[in-house]
């Protein structure tokens, strides 16, 4: 059974710094996997994803996440935080092998960014 | 372009009473999910749907939900009767269809039973 593990439910960090929201996962084979993120009382927009080729993918809004398949993490991360990136975080995988084509998502990662 | 539009929104029941939620997808999209999310945790899937075919239902508690696509397009899910333990945000997506596209979200219908 595949599975997402976001280890940290609440993240700080100032204006201007970077920020790293982190997420492993564990599939049987090779994985999809995806960021999104979700702003109160509004669905989960995406945000970013990795499917094949180079380990780091650019998304929207200036984040971006690296592929460690030794370490089968997918770290979302942003070189310099805005206030008004401060929603809730989710990290899905998809197992790319099967045709289930069923995602599973982390519970979520609360940013807050203060100015 | 059009996002997944939900509706209603909000809706309030008291136990034993039945509900109903609809979706519309993005305009050729021909994989709708429907997933549950509870506060503080990521959204679960209920039913996914290739066209009007439901390929994953397995997390669906078919004793009290059930769902339909019919012409592959918009979908409903119904709760009958619905339980406390049903106060939740009912979440619909739609993507394209190959495993390796991300979903379009709608913004919810948040449930409260009474």
């Known amino acids: 059974a595949q599975s997402v593990a976001q280890p940290e439910d609440q993240v700080n960090v100032a204006e201007g710094n970077p920020l790293t929201v982190k997420c492993t996962y564990s599939v049987s084979g090779n994985p999809y996997l995806f960021w999104y993120v979700q702003y109160p009382n509004r669905g989960l927009q995406f945000l970013l994803k990795y499917i094949t080729g180079d380990n780091l993918v650019k998304g929207s809004y200036g984040f971006e996440a690296e592929f460690n398949k030794s370490q089968t993490s997918f770290h979302l991360k942003k070189p310099s935080a805005l206030v008004s990136d401060s929603a809730l975080y989710f990290c899905?995988?998809?197992?790319?092998?099967?045709?289930?084509?069923?995602?599973?998502f982390g519970d979520g990662t609360t940013l807050t960014v203060k100015p | 372009e059009a996002g997944v539009v939900q509706s209603p929104r909000y809706k309030i029941i008291e136990k034993k009473q039945p509900v109903a939620f609809w979706c519309n997808p993005i305009?050729?999209?021909?994989?709708l999910y429907w997933y549950l999310q509870n506060l503080g945790q990521g959204p679960e899937l209920l039913i996914r749907?290739?066209?009007?075919?439901?390929?994953?239902d397995s997390q669906l508690p078919k004793d009290r939900f059930s769902a339909e696509r019919l012409k592959g397009v918009d979908s409903t899910l119904k709760i009958q009767p619905a339980e406390l333990g049903d106060s939740a945000v009912y979440l619909c997506?739609?993507?394209?269809?190959?495993?390796?596209?991300?979903?379009?979200f709608g913004p919810g219908t948040r449930l409260t039973v009474t």
């Open positions: 899905a995988v998809r197992e790319s092998h099967t045709n289930a084509g069923k995602s599973t």
């Open positions: 305009s050729g999209h021909n994989t």
């Open positions: 997506a739609s993507s394209p269809g190959d495993r390796g596209n991300e979903q379009y």
């Open positions: 749907y290739e066209n009007e075919e439901a390929v994953d």
